[in-house]
């Protein structure tokens, strides 16, 4: 039996849309305490162990000496888009460096007590996306301790904004710029970052709060929405004072036999998992593939989180099969964009509300003037599956319009915020 709950991503709450709850017997109210706190350490464990699986696969890839070398690689250059941390840090450094990204946030929702959600595993796998071309062990402390200071002055528990904090870190690039980028005069460079970074998590919790009315929930990326505004602020000012921006362009290639090895085992063993944890994985599937809802379904709780497991290992390797069959190559960026797809698949996205995005790209690149797998046109199409709810509300045809003209609007939407916001697509899927 399924129960339909509703997860807001900016609030770590769920609401149910009955208002009414049967009462249980106090040893009934036990059990179920009991079962839950199980599922949640499982979820929790299966996590932390995928976030284990990417640290050690690093490590095969990389002496150590060549894994110091890339970490202060892609601490000290400009990580803003495109910087692939395989092309500027080595497979190893990337991967090591998303797996660190990874256990943390795992190990920071733990020790918040937050209750396991679908949002939370979309945190944890974001991090990880995006440590692979973006985000470093270094400039996402000061964004998230920006959400906490938000959280002290409002008096509220950090367990309610972690997600916002984790989500917040798609600026981490403004840290980056300031500490070692812009050649600031004196020392100032390292103390203006982290203040900066502070500025840019203490503002981000509201404004998201306040410009998820703007798209209504149509976009799952309303942090990428509120952080590319954030972003053009920044930008503006930097320019103003004589500071110019522009895009970077790491871009690897030639890794895709290791890279198709891994994630065809990595996202095998989501599937394997997942049946071995659901009881009815089939029945539980349908519940996912029917939900049309604005915003994040939290699919963990209307089916259960084996069947959220399968759901991930479906979206993973759809996502793969797409960027091979545009011949993209599979490197730090096309991966993130894969994982992103893939831990979505716990909170808003299946197959049959992606792939009408996804196919709106395609239509595009026989009409418009790039190509199908031109790097940012490839981050375009994965990262558009924001627009997932589109295509699961109002029908395939208008996910198929929502992709097609997201194509154009990613491509144009970085020049406001000069690169600076990792989550440009949600940037673009916001304005869409």
């Known amino acids: ?246 895009f970077n362009l790491f871009w690897s290639s030639g890794n895709d036999s290791l890279f198709v090895s891994f994630l065809c085992l990595l996202f095998g063993f989501f599937l394997l998992l997942g049946l071995a944890l659901s009881h009815r994985p089939l029945e539980a599937l349908r519940a996912i593939f029917r939900e049309t809802w604005q915003s994040c379904a939290d699919f963990t709780k209307i089916a259960g989180f084996g069947p959220a497991l399968i759901n991930m290992g479906i979206n993973g390797l759809v996502a793969t099969g797409y960027v091979l069959l545009v011949q993209g190559p599979l490197n730090g960026p096309t991966i993130g964009g894969i994982l992103t797809i893939a831990g979505f698949g716990a909170c808003g996205k299946h197959v049959r509300n992606i792939v009408p995005v996804l196919l709106g790209v395609v239509l595009g690149s026989m009409t418009k003037v790039w190509n199908i797998n031109d790097p940012s046109v490839l981050l375009a199409a994965l990262f558009g599956t924001s627009l997932a709810p589109i295509a699961g509300h109002y029908g395939w045809a208008w996910g198929v319009v929502a992709g097609f003209l997201n194509s154009s609007v990613a491509l144009c939407s970085g020049v406001l915020h000069g690169g600076m916001n990792l989550y440009n697509t949600g940037f673009s899927a916001g304005i869409v």
């Open 1 to 246: 039996m399924t129960r339909l709950t509703h997860t807001d991503p900016e609030r770590n709450e769920t609401t149910s849309p009955c208002s009414a709850k049967p009462q249980k017997a106090k040893g009934e109210s036990r059990i179920s305490a009991l079962m839950q706190k199980g599922e949640e350490t499982t979820a929790y464990g299966t996590l932390a162990g995928i976030s284990l699986l990417m640290i050690a696969f690093g490590l095969t890839q990389s002496r150590p000496a060549e894994l110091l070398a890339g970490f202060l690689r892609i601490i000290q250059s400009t990580n803003i888009l495109i910087t692939d941390y395989v092309a500027l840090g080595g497979i190893g450094t990337a991967f090591v460096n998303a797996g660190l990204l990874m256990l943390f946030s795992v190990l920071l929702l733990v020790l918040l007590r937050a209750p396991f959600q679908g949002i939370g595993v979309v945190g944890v796998f974001l991090m990880g996306s995006f440590g692979l071309f973006g985000k470093n062990i270094y400039n996402i402390w000061p964004i998230i301790c920006g959400v906490w200071l938000y959280a002290r002055l409002k008096r509220e528990p950090f367990r309610e904004h972690v997600y916002t904090a984790l989500f917040a870190t798609s600026l981490a690039p403004v840290v980056t710029e300031f500490a070692f980028v812009l050649h600031l005069p004196g020392r100032t460079g390292l103390p203006l970052g982290v203040l900066v970074g502070i500025c840019v998590g203490l503002v981000t919790p509201p404004l998201a709060a306040h410009l998820k009315c703007v798209h209504r929930g149509f976009s799952l990326y309303n942090i990428g929405f509120t952080t590319g505004i954030i972003g053009t602020v920044v930008v503006s000012l930097l320019k103003s004072y004589g500071y110019q921006t522009g």
